[in-house]
């Protein structure tokens, strides 16, 4: 039986060994400590298809996530950037781990298709917006504690249109 080991997975687009160096010191740093894997994009190579084929370990087809956007026919609308995770079809890596390895323990902080993934914690932006038009930025955290320390820890995000400090979003009950 394989025995569990702390396992840190950083996402970042675009990234090759090459760009590697000075300018990269924690990066650099992560990888002492381990090593660094480069993935073949899948097509079309945008970021909710690639994470859900990291993820699932399926191609486009396999997992359903063809795009960051969706067509509703029945409303004639494209919707871009949902978020929960029930949309990625097939089983997650967390998933086969937890059922593999007894103990198994996975947190997901600022993926995409993270909200109601069936993880020990989550957290990721999720925008608000309010009636007027403005968009604000938000967070969405499983537990909710999650997002309640890292409010209170983080200065306002660059893209917040309001100034202020980032808001909860609670999941829907039921």
């Known amino acids: 039986m394989l025995e569990p080991r702390p396992l ?5 687009v675009g990234l090759t060994p090459a760009l590697l160096g000075e300018n990269t010191p924690h990066i650099n740093a992560l990888l002492g400590r381990g090593r660094m894997a480069c993935m073949q994009p899948v097509f079309p190579a945008v970021t909710t298809t690639v994470q859900s084929s990291m993820l699932t370990g399926l191609p486009p087809s396999g997992h359903g996530i063809v795009g960051n956007g969706w067509y509703f026919r ?20 967390w998933e086969v781990l937890a059922r593999e390895l007894p103990g ?14 069936d993880v020990g914690a989550s957290i990721t932006p999720r925008p608000h917006y ?10 969405y955290s499983a537990p909710m504690a999650c997002t309640r320390r890292s409010s209170s820890a983080s ?10 400090r980032p808001r909860a979003s609670a999941p829907a009950a039921g």
Do not use: H, M
């Not at 840190?8 to 970042?12: A, I, K, R, S």
């Not at 309010?130 to 967070?139: I, V």
């Open 8 to 12: 840190l997975l950083v996402d970042v």
């Open 74 to 93: 029945d409303q004639a609308e494209v919707r871009f950037w949902l978020q929960p995770n029930a949309l990625v079809q097939g089983e997650k890596v």
């Open 104 to 117: 198994f323990r996975c947190s997901q902080l600022f993926w995409w298709y993270n909200i109601y993934a």
């Open 130 to 139: 309010p009636a007027d038009g403005r968009k604000e930025f938000g967070l």
């Open 155 to 164: 200065a306002p995000s660059p893209s917040s249109t309001s100034g202020g």
